[in-house]
């Protein structure tokens, strides 16, 4: 069973940053796609971003080129860098893997105006 755990939310004013982490029981190195998925209070889940064991990643239109993914390989740790955030980024955010759709529990994020 791989266990995902996420940290770095918080409580952010608008236009801030945050770097979210997620640190993986085995190894991501080989054949595995990380990504990041929001869920915000009385919203479905949504796709937010993901990166290939290549390091090629792919964003949702609503945070291109706000959002970065990135993957430490020997860390078996993804990050996603979130900068210039607004209201409507708020939710909790989770950390995915496949194969295996394995999910996190979650880290809260959160963007006053």
């Known amino acids: 069973q791989v266990q995902l755990v996420e940290s770095g939310g918080g409580l952010v004013q608008a236009g801030g940053s945050l770097r979210l982490s997620c640190a993986a029981s085995?190894?991501?190195?080989?054949?595995?796609?990380m990504g990041w998925y929001r869920q915000a209070p009385g919203k479905q889940r949504e796709f937010v971003a993901r990166?290939?064991?290549?390091?090629?990643?792919n964003y949702a239109d609503s945070v291109k080129g706000r959002f970065t993914i990135s993957r430490d390989n020997a860390k078996n740790t993804v990050y996603l860098q979130m900068n210039s955030l607004k209201p409507e980024d708020t939710a909790v955010y989770y950390c995915?893997?496949?194969?295996?759709?394995?999910w996190g529990q979650g880290t809260q994020v959160t963007v006053s105006s």
């Open positions: 085995e190894s991501i190195f080989s054949f595995v796609v």
């Open positions: 990166i290939t064991s290549a390091g090629s990643g």
């Open positions: 995915w893997r496949q194969p295996g759709n394995y």
